[in-house]
């Protein structure tokens, strides 16, 4: 039996339809929040969403909200605060707090897609 | 100008835009415009320093504030004056609105000596001035197309250092 191609082709052939979408859908979530500077712009990912994330998107989502919420903080730190910008820390502080959860139950449970 | 805005915070914000500003335009020929990137050291204090300056006569820009900026065209206009207009985003939605800031630093590069800041058309969202998602293809497109229409854009937020602090700030509707 010809074993096929080896590469990319052959790859993409043992994975479904749907699993390809599962994946595109993932990445089209993950590029509405980070910008290509890594600044998290957008709308923030609902908690109840973020099971829909592969555990790679994820991490990076996470490493970078690490980054930005501190950021954030030493600018606050610096230059001062204002209403937006507390609650936009406030937002992402929270959102951060729940991937670490997630992250945590799901390593747990070793159920990552 | 700090005065305007009225606290020592504002001042300290006020003197980091102006020195930032400067050094980023000293080797610049007037007329021409520079490179300025949206992580650019000043961006960070202008996103804080536009919405201060817009809060003195627009009640409503209490609980609005600027999230980032990708700049259309940044030109050095003055000796010490510069010129940027692009995109913001609104940090209430994280939708983009346009924006021009003309600022002109002050000799000792410690202050804004004067300055005309005009943001937002009319569209949705909190302030009526919400314009697409800010990783949309339309908030490209509105970058893409702002300088060919600059002279046609209705503000809706317009300061200028002309007008003295007790005016009541005009929204154009």
């Known amino acids: ?113 | 100008m700090s005065d305007v805005i009225g606290s020592e915070r504002s001042s300290s914000l006020e003197a980091k835009v102006a020195s930032e500003l400067s050094a980023l335009v000293k080797d610049v020929a007037i007329g021409a415009e520079f490179p300025f990137a949206s992580n650019a050291a000043v961006c960070y204090a202008l996103e804080l320093f536009l919405p201060a300056l817009l809060r003195v006569r627009f009640a409503e820009w209490k609980r609005e504030s600027l999230d980032g900026f990708r700049i259309a065209s940044a030109r050095k206009v003055g000796p010490s004056a510069v010129e940027l207009a692009g995109i913001c985003i609104l940090i209430s939605d994280q939708t983009v609105t346009p924006f021009c800031a003309h600022l002109v630093v002050s000799p000792d590069t410690s202050s804004i000596s004067a300055y005309r800041v005009r943001v937002g058309e009319a569209g949705h969202g909190p302030l009526g001035i919400s314009g697409p998602d800010c990783n949309s293809s339309g908030a490209k497109r509105l970058l893409d197309g702002l300088m060919a229409r600059m002279e046609s854009v209705r503000w809706v937020y317009s300061v200028d250092s002309l007008q003295s602090p007790g005016d009541a700030g005009e929204r154009q509707t």
């Open chain 1, 1 to 113: 039996m010809n074993p096929g191609p080896k590469g990319s082709c052959a790859r993409v052939r043992r994975f479904s339809l749907g699993s390809r979408l599962r994946a595109l859908w993932r990445i089209f979530l993950l590029q509405r929040v980070l910008d290509a500077s890594g600044k998290v712009h957008g709308y923030l990912p609902e908690v109840q969403d973020l099971r829909r994330y592969h555990a790679e998107d994820l991490a990076r989502l996470r490493d970078q909200l690490r980054i930005r919420v501190q950021t954030r903080i030493a600018k606050t730190v610096e230059l001062g605060a204002d209403y937006g910008h507390d609650a936009r820390i406030l937002e992402e502080q929270q959102l951060l707090k729940s991937i670490e959860k997630h992250w945590r139950i799901a390593s747990e449970r070793r159920d990552w897609q």
